[in-house]
């Protein structure tokens, strides 16, 4: 079964950076993009970025234009999110989300805490 | 980019009643050449991530019940809950994916009366 397994929860000090990783399993890794989306406690869904996961091309939403770097590693099928120049208000549960070309999201991981706090 | 704008923000229902969240989109995200309207719907529980339920605006992900429906086309759908179970109780967030940035609609809370 298609499963996207992120890393555990981090604490950050203002302007630091972190890096959260997406471990996928049950398909093939590289037919398929993976985007990421966050969600401020109490708040809605906010899209970041997308990456194809085959040649490893890159979109930003343009607020995290420059601060978001999406990578992945295809020989341990795991995609990785880093964000850097940290702020409180960056706090939020960060998810990969599987999506196959211009399509819909259909499974996402499970999030990972990031609380940036001084 | 696309607005997604979700109403009402919060319903309450009875249980076994009918459950209607509408989301409007600020531009259509049907194209053409397809006739497929990039429209999808998820279902959020308290500390889980959001659930796929309804894609092309109006099919149902394998494994949903099919009390679940969605309808609309262009600028205007619905996402149906025909008979409200106690395990719905949930936010509902439409999304469009015709184009990028990504955007989601606000979130509906339904809750039962």
Known sequence: QVQLVQSGAEVKKPGASVKVSCKASGYTFMDYYIHWVRQAPGQGLEWMGWMNANNGGTGYAQKFQGRVTLTRDTSITTAYMEMSSLRPDDTAVYHCVRAAGASHFDYWGQGALVTVSS | ?113
Do not use: H
């Not at chain 2, 309804?54 to 996402?79: C, K, Q």
């Open chain 2, 1 to 113: 980019d696309i607005v997604m704008t979700q109403s009402p923000d919060s319903l309450a229902v009875s249980l076994g009643e009918r459950a209607t969240i509408n989301c409007k989109s600020s531009q259509s995200v049907l194209y053409r050449s397809n006739n497929k309207n990039y429209l999808a719907w998820f279902q959020q529980k308290p500390g889980q991530p959001p659930k796929l339920l309804i894609y092309w605006a109006s099919t149902r992900e394998s494994g949903v019940p099919d009390r679940f429906s969605g309808s609309g086309s262009g600028t205007d759908f619905t996402l149906t809950i025909s008979s409200l179970q106690a395990e719905d109780v949930a936010i509902y967030y439409c999304q469009q994916y015709y184009n990028l940035p990504r955007t989601f609609g606000q979130g509906t809370k339904v809750e039962i009366k």
